[in-house]
């Protein structure tokens, strides 16, 4: 394995509380030395001056699609995009066709990701058999066979009973439970957020009591259960209270939003482009807003992508029938940098923290540092210079971004995956 | 018209006044009848034309003719000009034409074509006895095979030159202007 | 008639919506279909405007009256016209719409006319292809041809629309109808009033700045027109609507409330009307009525879109491989 040496960079590693310019020497796939003025021999060196040299990216929601989709993302195109994106580390979501439910399924993932990824790939189990919310999942067993969460995403649990034995369960094995907040019920079959904006365009509207309504349920049900509790993709301001409220109680609530809803606001649908539909789906200018300070005040902990790949098929159609969902690894920390860094929002460390630190934290894992020790899970990134999201471009296997045709700020160089470049962009990028 | 340089006035309001009395005495002479003869102005000034040709034909004969309004634009040849965005506006012809004897006034006569146009228009709403054609000016470089009865100048011009009619009615002033496009 | 007065130029290959149209070119449009009408009181109804030109009207709602209008306006401007059922189309064998679309641009047709059930779906088309497309409606979204025939016929009934006072009474939530007409009159200077039993008046609408009142007598009181709109109880409808007799009750137009009026006032229905259900067949045959005379307008709105959009579209994608560059004194 050969050694790296990173040199004179902008080393952010909020874990130890570092922001500063100097090396780093990778040997043997872990971080050996940080320093200023290494100067060990090196396999290669990385001149990273005016560079931000800072911990792969954990994105803890992501949709790999297989197995069973693999016409929209396989395990090796999805971590091939992550790499392009920074992130070492992502969790996937359990669902796939068919749900990781059972051993057996998590078996058959594992394998598949050990023979294909080209970066890290945690397993998401579901909470209930076939994600139905009928009946849970071995959770014990699901845990034996290594998973790091479990999920119903894509729907949420609407028995009460089952969540609440979820959380015990999960709290007993230690495993993170992410929630993805919706009731069905309120929902609609909306497609878009309620308000003027479904009323314009002649679409069902999704309210944001179906996400609020539950996330407060949620959170009481995790505070009953004395358990930790994970929040998926906030999109709305009152989402956002309901967390502040129960951080400020002391319950043990995590909440993430996606780069979408700091970028993003409803007014982005009017052209019925379905790269703008998605659930949550694209809330008012004030929930933007809202997001973004909760940011700031550290309500949101985590940006994650909840990269949802779908081939031109499910989504070049009528509005209503396209599926929700949109791709988000490959520009998640450059939306990040262009809404949060340029607008003063986040210093670079606590954008930093938000997507290494915390999630690697909530998630309990060894990742998103650059600890003398750790692995060498690495993205260095030119934060000043200016890029053009363009479809042809894109590793992912799915193209549906919102963002294409966006000039975004912020170009990650290198990704280095336990000590070796994985990813390295090329001139024309 | 912004992209339009002026080189020299050709008429002035005196000398289009005039024209148009010569013009009506013609149509009078040439057509023992009056009973018959029906006046189509095209689309603007060859509207406003026509309607000071009745006025002065009622003022010499004491009749009202028929009077009507055509607009062109449903008929063309070209469905977009090069620079311009033509309006419909409303074409009326709210007599009988046929056996009538129709004359057809417009204010330049140049490639033909509006003509022509206006010619199918007519053939439209019926079979006049005679179709007869009277024009303020006419600036030559027929394009199809045209000519007016009645002419009030004949005015030769290159065609870079554009031959501008201004009439009371719509531009304030009655004129008529040679000048270019630039 | 006061004869409007458009300045603008249309530059527009498709029309997709009221709601993103100027108000000068609403003007446009009005103006120019005033000088349609005329083609339809000729003996030899037609003109050639439009010769040589393909026109297809595909349907994937059932629709008679739209379609037929457009079709006699596509054949007086002698538009070929050529009409897809989804019934009778590959819809069925599970093409998509922009599949479908382009199979029919690639025929070389000029004007596609679509009419379709989900919001949005003639935006899509637009811009997936090159050939114009005119929206007959699409889902809940928007009518616009519809609301320019309404407008159209205010215009000529009342005389300006800046300052009238409309109300629309109905299924707001579900109508596209609906939505045209309030973008419609909201630019052309007009006041509305939407009026509907709760459920059926959709989120947020004062937002569009319109008021909203649940009594019909409201709604009725000092408006100069209403345009009623058809309550579709065929519907397949997942939401709740009401029973007819009780909306018959409480919404119906009825001579009675008519005679409580002090002054005469304008009724408006898109058609098919349900008699006895949105208003009295009194009140639809009545002198209050212009819905015969919409009908006719109609055709002369769409006549001028149709004219329009094929213009824009020649100037956008110019077909020819000749010009007249010297016809510029009179072309």
Known sequence: ????????????????????????LVTGGKIAKVSKGIKDNADETIDATGKIIMPGIVDMHVHLREPGREDKETIATGTRAALRGGVTTMLAMPNTLCAIDCAERVRLLKDIIARTAFANVLISAAITKERCGKELTDIRKLKEEGITAISDDGSSVDSQKLMLEALIAAKKEKLTVTCHCEDISLTNNGVVNLGLTSTRLGLRGISKESEFKRVGRDIELAASANAPIHIAHVSCSESVQIIANAKQKGIRVTAETAPHYISLSEEAVFGYDTNFKMNPPLRAKADVEAIKQALRANIIDVIASDHAPHTENEKEIEFDRAEFGVI?????????????????????????????TKPAQILGINKGTLSVGADADIAIVNPEQDWLVKKEELISKSKNSPFLGRTLKGVVEYTIYLGNIAYKKTAKQ | MNNFKEKAVILSAEEIKR???????????????????????????????????????????????????????????DLTAVDSNPTVKETQLDFD?????????????????????????????????????????????????????????????STQETVKVCLEEVDGKDEVVIGEKI | MRKSNATIAWRRKDLLDIESLSREEIELILATAESFKEVSRREIKKVPALRGKTLVNLFYEPSTRTRVSFEVAAKRLSLDVINIASETSSVKKGETLIDTGKNIEALKVDIIVVRHNYSGAAAMLARSLRVSVVNAGDGWHEHPTQALLDIFTLKEK?????????????????????????????????????????????????????????????????ADAVNVLRMQFERDSQDAFPKQLEYFKNFGITEERLAKLSKKIVIMHPGPINRGIEM?????????????????????????????????????????HFSNPKGENKV
């Open chain 3, 158 to 222: 009342l005389g300006a629309i800046k300052g009238l006072k409309v109300s629309i009474i109905g299924d707001i939530a579900h109508s596209r109808v609906a939505r045209s007409n309030i973008w419609g009159l909201l630019k052309l200077g007009a006041s509305v009033k939407v009026c509907a039993p709760k459920i059926l008046i959709p989120a947020a609408i004062e937002e569009m700045g319109v008021t909203v009142t649940e009594s019909l007598d409201e709604a009725i009181a000092d």
């Open chain 1, 328 to 356: 988000g690894m490959e520009t998640e920390l450059a939306v990040s940098i262009t809404e949060l860094i340029q607008a003063g929002i986040l210093t670079w460390p606590q954008l930093v923290a938000k997507l290494t």
């Open chain 3, 280 to 320: 009295s067949s009194a009140v639809a045959d009545g002198p209050h009525s212009v819905i015969l005379e919409q009908v006719t307008n109609g055709i002369a709105v769409r006549m001028a879109v149709l004219f329009l959009v094929a213009q824009a579209n020649e100037y956008i994608n110019p077909t020819k």
């Open chain 1, 1 to 24: 394995m050969k050694n790296l040496l990173l040199k004179n960079g902008r080393v952010i590693d909020p874990a130890n509380n570092i922001d500063e310019v100097c090396d780093i």
């Open chain 2, 19 to 77: 024209i148009i009395y010569r013009l009506t005495h013609q149509i009078l002479e040439n057509n023992s009848s009056v009973g018959e003869i029906a006046l189509i102005g095209i689309q603007t000034r060859g509207a406003y034309l026509a309607k000071r040709v009745q006025a002065i034909v009622k003022e010499i004969e004491g009749v009202e003719l028929p009077l009507g309004v055509l607009d062109i634009t449903l008929y063309r040849d």
């Open chain 2, 97 to 157: 034409i046929n056996g009538k004897i129709v004359v057809l006034i417009d204010d330049v006569l140049f490639t033909g074509r509006t003509i022509r146009a206006a010619l199918d228009e007519i053939m439209d709403f019926g079979r006049p006895q005679k179709v007869e054609l009277l024009v303020l000016i006419d600036r030559g470089h027929r394009e199809l095979p045209i000519r007016a009865d009645f002419v009030g100048k004949n005015i030769p011009t």
